[in-house]
């Protein structure tokens, strides 16, 4: 019997034969890699790698198999065959691609997430500008600005952004 890691690589290469001959030309190989997300049905990290929730697969193998890992691996086609930097994520590009393999064009999986943790409050750090303007950074982004690894500026008065020492939880 096949493990469910076989399955979705079995998967992978009928939705490769699935892609007309001039664009599997130019696809290679893509990775899988499994993590433990409760939330998160998959990710595309890469024109060549997928992540794939192993607590999701184990609960609903059919939805993952069908729709979670097609609209992953209609990412990395779009970021091999296409210009990553000119294509959005679920743009025209990808959903053409979604056609082709035959799959609803869904963004968001419908799978019961209610086993999973509540979601952890997050602290935005409050910058203000020129223009009075306030601006929510989150933290990781917050170190980097405080130890001069990162600058940010309005998109309004273009000015750089200072920390008013005020945080908050969103």
Sequence with gaps: METLHQRVATRLLDLEAMLPLHIRMEMQPIEVEYYRNKRVAGQCCGPRNIRISQDLLEQDTAEILTQTVGHEYAHCVVRQVHNRSQCKPHGV???????????????LHSMDTSFAPP????????????????????????MKMMRGHQVRTCRVCNTTIQPTGEVIKI
Excluded: F, N
């Design 119 to 142: 979601r952890k409050r997050q602290r935005r750090y409050i910058y203000a500008c020129a223009c009075t303007k306030t601006h929510k950074i989150p933290t990781q982004t917050a």
């Design 93 to 107: 590009e990808w959903r053409r691609i979604m056609e082709l393999l035959e799959l609803p064009a869904d963004v």
